[in-house]
């Protein structure tokens, strides 16, 4: 059974960090790219970053491109975001998805299984 659990999400002052993760089982991260995407109050679900499944590549948005990093851990089968220098913008709920290419996802494809997500909140 295909699963992708979010973690990590909190309420955090700006400019602090966080790390979400995501548990992925019943497939591989060799075989899927692995994206995290944001839905902010009132707004749709954007996209953040994605890692690529063949190589490992990375890849941002640009409004946190520099903050942000995406890395994957092939050994417990988890993609984590780093989050530095959190704004107030940056609230919103976490998800990350599986897709068969991170181009995919940056267009705008629907992916076939993604997370519950995890709520940050940045705020003083």
């Known amino acids: 059974q295909v699963q992708l659990v979010e973690s990590g999400g909190g309420l955090v002052q700006p400019g602090s960090s966080l790390r979400l993760s995501c548990a992925a089982s019943?497939?591989?991260?060799?075989?899927?790219?692995i994206g995290w995407f944001r839905q902010a109050p009132g707004k749709e679900r954007g996209w953040l970053s994605c890692?690529?499944?063949?190589?490992?590549?990375?890849y941002y948005e640009d409004s946190v491109k520099g903050r942000f990093s995406i890395s994957r851990d092939n050994a417990k089968n988890t993609v984590y975001l780093q989050m530095n220098s959190l704004k107030p913008e940056d609230t919103g709920v976490y998800y990350c998805?599986?897709?068969?290419?991170?181009?995919?996802?940056?267009?705008?494809?629907?992916?076939?299984?993604r997370g519950q997500g995890t709520q940050v909140t940045v705020s003083s």
């Open positions: 019943g497939f591989s991260l060799d075989s899927y790219s």
């Open positions: 890692i690529a499944s063949s190589d490992g590549s990375t």
């Open positions: 998805a599986r897709e068969s290419s991170c181009w995919r996802l940056r267009v705008g494809a629907t992916p076939d299984y």
